[in-house]
């Protein structure tokens, strides 16, 4: 059985730091993880996505620079370590794992059960 767990969300103020993990079980191998965000009132969007190599990687364009994904194959966790956050970043954060990379959300059969991120000005 597959699971997808994240921690490391919380409450901080604009400017501030938060990172994420995703600790992954029953899933092992050439995987793509990513990182999805849904805000109240908006669609999903995807975040930002690693390659089980590393080498490719992601970042809508609104956390470019701020964001950074990365992930330890040795303990199967992904992680995304968001800097200087804004209250636009408030959201649920959902990891997912998929075999090839996709933008949309639907494609990924393994998905975490979210963790809230809120940034107050």
């Known amino acids: 059985q597959v699971q997808l767990v994240e921690s490391g969300g919380g409450s901080v103020q604009a400017g501030g730091s938060l990172r994420l993990s995703c600790a992954a079980s029953g899933i092992t191998g050439n995987y793509v993880m990513a990182w999805f965000r849904q805000a109240p009132g908006k669609e999903r969007e995807l975040v930002a996505a690693i390659s089980r190599s590393t080498i490719g990687t992601y970042y809508a364009d609104s956390v470019k620079g701020r964001f950074t994904i990365s992930r330890d194959n040795a303990k199967n966790t992904g992680y995304l370590q968001m800097n200087n956050v804004k209250p636009e970043d408030t959201a649920v954060y959902h990891c997912?794992?998929?075999?090839?990379?996709?933008?949309?959300?639907?494609?990924?059969?393994?998905r975490g059960q979210g963790t809230q991120v809120t940034v107050s000005s």
């Open positions: 997912a794992a998929r075999i090839t990379y996709s933008r949309d959300y639907a494609d990924y059969p393994y």
